[in-house]
């Protein structure tokens, strides 16, 4: 990575800068709290992971939060993983998310738009009505602080709805995406044993509907916790016998109660896949989330009640919880529900214009889609409230820095950014006062000490390492469900680097401080920024009679692309036909998700593994990118080194 210093492809004009949030945080922060009044950016990000308890007093004071009950101190105890935030401190994050409803409520609090790309409004004081008799209903059907309330929900204004009645009652959150199948849906859910699920009859996605019936029949049968089905009848169908329904349970004019809960206390549960075993259930909590959202959002990605938010997302991605959180900050919502490219690949800039979305926040596989289609989107739409274009899911490639510049605008504030369903928020990326440069994301995140790790422990700059942060954030997990020990918690983030939190992606630190992220560093398959694990692959698949055994890469492209192969080892007679082809496709389709069915199946001869037993991922993925066998493996630890070379020889075909 070259240190020279390349000219800035955007450079935020004096005015926005003195009225960017960030910039006004930081005068008020000098006066109060000893933050450093010069230097911008890079002093007040320096003094935040210096002066930690003191950023994030700071933080609840200038975004007011609430606390019931106040706090001892900011950090209990800082070790990772087991850091104590706010201890003592009560409060409830519904309460802050619905503050707006005191001030606006006539105004709109959510925009949903479905594919006719029409925007019904939802306003702050209907939305507060509708968490108020919801919220009564949970406790009247004996929901309690703690308890686990599950959604099968599309991105529509009662999943919204649903997860703040959740939290104002202090029970526990969990959503998966209604184009999830039964089983992942199972995997995920049955480790949390929800008491109530929210569910619809089924979808619109792509111009067609999509009936989910059977999948919730399969869902009640196999969540025997449940004491209440939700029913939400988005097809128009009738609720199933014993469900409740939607109408009825939102029906009543009461004000919201907020059960005031431990800062630490859950306020949701989102899934993770690493590379073995079931996903894990990665535990936020109320107090953890607020605070990290309330700096994230408004301070980086400077939201405030004038704003509207528009995140291309589904409920099953850590994207749309962070969407919701938009509400901490006034600004209004955008809810899109259907195909991110229906009726054409122009589709989120057209809700974009129709919404006035100021804030955009699209994938990176989006906007190389739209370069790739010759889309032309400030020809063809009003844009001019967009101030910023965002994206995440895999890095933004410098075409697509370029693209966004040449055919949007080139005033825009495009922000990369980078961060993962572990912490619900960004390690680095978006800062309205920074200059913004081809290829890299802006900076890390106030509070957040982000760095570039070699093997050994060592701080890199200009140099390709490991994605470490060095202190607690707030928004870190309080646990993982059915971890008793910790031990998983530990194993996932913790067991390379003790006490310093290993992410499992490959970043650079350049020496102007801002971070080029490079993919994962290790073999978890992130598809659109939705994260999978190899083994729910091997599992789906290999339940084929036909299928000895398998093994799934995913290959970040120099394009922006996401190369996704699956290799089978066959069984004795069995063929690769067109057959076959399709029903391996149709098992991940079905019983995964449609985003993690592979770009390729190819026949192997065999699957290398360690001598331990365990399949060859991460070395096959260096292979697979062009690095030579002696540096992407350790040979002797192989069980069979002659099934690399056909690995070795497809690069070297593809490359």
Not at 313 to 339: C, P, Q
Not at 412 to 422: F, Y
Not at 499 to 507: A, C, N, P, Q
Request: aromatic share 10%.
């Amino acid at each position: 990575m070259s240190t020279a210093n390349p000219s800035a492809l955007w450079q935020p004009d004096p005015e926005r800068i003195a009225q960017a949030q960030v910039t006004k945080f930081q005068a008020w922060a000098a006066e109060h709290h000893g933050a450093p009044s010069d230097g911008g950016y890079p002093a007040l990000h320096s003094w935040s992971v210096r002066e930690l308890d003191t950023f994030w007093k700071a933080v609840t004071e200038w975004f007011d939060v609430r606390f019931s009950t106040p706090y001892a101190r900011v950090l209990g105890d800082r070790s990772m993983p087991g850091a104590e935030w706010f201890p003592g401190a009560t409060l409830n994050y519904a309460e802050h998310a619905l503050r707006a409803a005191e001030t606006r409520t006539d105004e709109p609090a959510l925009l949903y738009v479905d594919e006719t790309h029409e925007a019904t409004p939802v306003s702050w004081s209907e939305l507060r009505r509708q968490v108020g008799s919801l919220a009564a209903e949970l406790r009247a059907l004996g929901v309690r602080p703690g308890d686990r309330v599950s959604g099968y929900l599309p991105n529509i204004p009662q999943a919204v709805a649903a997860l703040l009645a959740t939290a104002a009652v202090g029970a526990v959150w969990t959503s998966c995406a209604p184009d999830f199948g039964a089983r992942s849906v199972l995997d995920r859910f049955q480790q949390v044993e929800p008491v109530v699920l929210f569910t619809v009859d089924g979808y619109r996605y792509g111009g067609k509907e999509h009936d989910r019936r059977d999948v919730v029949a399969e869902l009640r049968r196999e969540l025997p916790t449940l004491r209440a089905v939700v029913h939400i009848p988005l097809l128009g169908t009738e609720a199933p016998q014993g469900a409740l329904d939607w109408s009825e349970l939102t029906s009543a004019d009461v004000a919201p109660v907020f059960e005031q809960v431990p800062f630490d206390h859950p306020l949701w549960v989102l899934y993770s896949s690493g590379t073995t075993g079931l996903p894990k259930a990665i535990v936020q909590s109320q107090g953890g989330i607020l605070v990290e959202h309330l700096k994230q959002l408004g301070l980086h990605c400077d939201l405030g009640p004038e704003d509207r938010f528009f995140w291309y997302t589904s409920t099953g991605w850590m994207m749309w919880n962070f969407l919701v959180s938009g509400l901490l900050t006034g600004a209004t919502i955008v809810l899109y529900d259907g195909s991110p490219g229906y009726p054409d690949t122009a589709a989120q800039w057209r809700i974009a214009e129709r919404t006035g979305a100021t804030l955009f926040g699209t994938s990176a596989a989006y906007v190389m889609a739209c370069r790739k289609a010759g889309v032309h989107p400030s020809r063809d739409f009003d844009l001019t409230r967009v101030q910023c274009v965002a994206t995440t899911g895999s890095p933004l490639p410098p075409d697509g820095f370029r693209w966004l510049h040449d055919e949007v605008r080139d005033d825009l504030w495009i922000a990369s950014v980078s961060g993962g369903t572990d912490v619900c928020s960004c390690f680095a990326g978006a800062v309205p006062t920074l200059p913004v440069y081809i290829g890299e994301l802006q900076a890390p995140g106030l509070g957040t000490d982000l760095q570039s790790w070699n093997p050994g422990g060592k701080p890199l700059t200009d140099e390709v390492g490991e994605l470490v942060v060095t202190n607690p954030m707030p928004s870190m997990p309080i646990r993982f469900w059915n971890d008793p020990d910790g031990s998983r918690y530990h194993d996932s983030y913790f067991d390379t680097y003790p006490g310093v939190w290993r992410h499992g992606d490959w970043i650079t630190v350049t020496s102007r401080g801002s971070v080029v992220i490079h993919g994962r560093s290790d073999s978890t398959l992130n598809r659109q920024g939705v994260r999978m694990g190899s083994a729910d692959i091997y599992e789906a698949v290999e339940r084929l009679p036909e299928i000895k055994e398998s093994l799934v890469i995913g290959i970040e492209q120099p394009d922006g692309g996401y190369w996704m192969p699956l290799f089978v080892h066959l069984a004795p007679g069995a063929a690769l036909d067109e057959a076959l082809l399709n029903r391996i496709k149709q098992t991940i389709r079905e019983q995964l998700s449609p985003r993690h069915v592979p770009d390729e199946v190819i026949e192997v001869p065999g699957v290398p593994h360690t001598l331990t037993g365990k399949r060859i991922e991460v070395p096959v993925k260096r292979l697979l990118q062009g690095a030579p066998l002696e540096k992407a493996v350790n040979v002797g630890s192989v069980d069979n080194v002659e099934l690399l070379h056909f690995y070795e020889e497809l690069a070297r075909k593809r490359g």
